[in-house]
Nanobody, 121 residues
């Protein structure tokens, strides 16, 4: 069974940096899009950054210029480098991937368990 395993969250002061990692474990055949989302209590989960298998990227306006998404296809891993962190970046960050398996009708959506990022002022 495939799982997305996240790491790298924690507590950091405003202006600091964190690097999140998300690795797909288990028997992986093909991963298409990989993305990072975040969610705060009472709010909908929102896209932070995404990347395609070919390396194209997109960012939320709040992340542009501060965050960088990258992936290592050989390791089935996606990263999110977060710099110049602000208190409003505090949230649970979730990894998302669309994966294909033999016998499936198409790509399926997978979510990680979430990792807490807290930015103190």
């Amino acid at each position: 069974q495939v799982q997305l395993v996240e790491s790298g969250g924690g507590l950091v002061q405003a202006g600091g940096s964190l690097r999140l990692s998300c690795a797909a474990s288990g028997t992986v055949f093909s991963i298409n899009d990989m993305s990072w989302y975040r969610q705060t209590p009472g709010k909908q989960r929102e896209l932070v950054a995404g990347t395609t298998r070919g390396g194209s990227t997109n960012y939320a306006d709040s992340a542009k210029g501060r965050f960088t998404i990258s992936r290592d296809n050989a390791k089935n891993t996606v990263y999110l480098q977060m710099n110049s962190l602000k208190p409003e970046d505090t949230a649970v960050y979730y990894c998302f991937a669309r994966m294909w398996f033999p016998g499936s009708s198409g790509y399926q959506n997978y979510w990680g368990q979430g990792t807490q990022v807290t930015v103190s002022s």
